[in-house]
């Protein structure tokens, strides 16, 4: 079974790594950006054909390493 | 307009960070993860309207800042 974890920073935390890339940007012509924030995506394979054991067992993964759910938000996404 | 870059390794590129992750996944009892491989997430927002427009910078951004082509992909989502 195959899924995607996208974690993204929640709204009002700061992105100084999003900054960065956004001066970047402007600095290279693009000025019709008007904001970026930057996250992390995990592509998984796991060992269970269940879709629903597989969805369960990476919330955990999320909850325990791949996230910090302070600041974090994450989303999982089953590919199959 | 919002959008969402998705960059990722190419198949056959080393991903230690990945790796790394999957072993302190298998530490902490997650044994059934066969692999993970790391990317990364851009949440853009672009002052254009137009989606066509807005994907045709976003492609320019990519080839020039946001992804390094000879070993990564990227994907563009159009959020709205």
Do not use: W, Y
């Not at 008007?34 to 060992?47: A, I, N, P």
């Amino acid at each position: 079974m195959k899924a995607r974890v996208i974690v993204t920073l929640k709204n009002g935390v700061l992105d100084p790594q999003g900054q960065a890339i956004e001066g970047s940007l402007h600095s290279q012509g693009f000025d019709g950006v008007q904001s970026v924030r930057q996250g992390k995506v995990f592509d998984l394979e796991l060992q269970t054909a269940d879709a629903d054991e597989a969805k369960a067992q990476i919330e955990a993964m999320c909850e325990k390493l791949l996230a910090n759910t302070v600041i974090e938000n994450f989303a999982i996404e089953i590919i199959g």
